[in-house]
């Protein structure tokens, strides 16, 4: 007599395919991974780039592009911060350029670099916290005014300069256009202000702060949290990053121009922190899809260029790949589970 058993082969060898089927990575999954709408535009436009243009991939043109990333993602990431929390500052870009002028007038009238770092560091700080104090506590809203302070310091830094350039000459360069390892010393500062952050709003009482003022400030106020008290520190905060991005912007240049910084700057760094996912409602903030946001709009501005697009298209296709960027990323945001 003889016993006849199923087979269970099959089904272990089914259920293998299965599960390497299950986590075999997919376009759909991908897009369904953490700001894997950010990176298939990202990789579309760098193979693009790379196919129409030879020296896209060159060391040198991806160091540049690095270089000029840097400076934006040194404000993003406090701009992160910041919006998590239910605020807003769009006069980061034009503290900046108070920051550059000012610095630059100091170092060609001959003051020391350290005195001068430390200066303007302390009055683009003490800027941050003249907003902070405005938002605070005349309840004015954050948008109109930190965008009435912009344009009151792009005529601050037009007064500084007096309408002409301030070179430096070789004095803050090494910051500017050195490199260590062959990584640049700029995106060693950003990289090290967005770790900080990043680390500082997943691990501190700080950043869960933000969190919570973000999500539903009267329900964080009764918590317990000293809600005018952190956005002075918040503010303040963006201050002090604005003033560092204006002092990494100046030590590439070598000088200080009219219009350097300013508007233009602020903007790119809002639309790499909406597009990388931080709410502009406030209470949902990511570092990483920032940083992804930064690089993305360093990528397009550079495959712009080095396709010779005529200037007059080229806000017209970086506002489109922007858009393409922000709609996939909330298709994205709207799949996961909770939102």
Known sequence: MSLKTPSAAPEAVGGSTDRATAHRPTPKRLMHAPHGGLVVVLLLVAVFTTVQADSFTTSQNLLNVLRQISVTAVIAGGLTLLMTSGGMDFSMGSNAAVTLSVAAQ?????????????????????????????????RVAPFVATLASAMLLDGVALLVLNGMSVTIGDTMSGLGNSDVLGVPYLL???LLVLVVIGLAMRFTTFGRDAFAMGGNEHVARLSGINVAGRKLALYALAGGL???????????????APNTGGL???????????????????????VVGTALGVVLLGVVANALNLL????????????????????INEFQRRSVPGH
């Open 188 to 190: 060693v500062v950003a």
């Open 106 to 138: 100091l170092l060609h009238d001959g003051w020391s670099t350290p005195v001068t770092v430390v200066l303007t560091l302390l009055l683009a700080t003490v800027i941050g916290l003249v907003n902070g104090l405005v938002v605070t506590f005349t």
């Open 242 to 256: 604005a003033g560092l991005a204006g002092l990494m912007l100046l030590s590439r240049l070598g000088a200080a």
């Open 264 to 286: 233009q700057l602020q903007l790119t760094a809002v639309a790499a922190v909406v597009i990388g996912g931080t709410s502009l409602a406030g209470g949902h903030g990511t």
């Open 308 to 327: 010779q697009v005529n200037s007059y298209y080229q806000f017209v296709v970086t506002g489109a790949v922007l858009l393409v960027a922000a709609v």
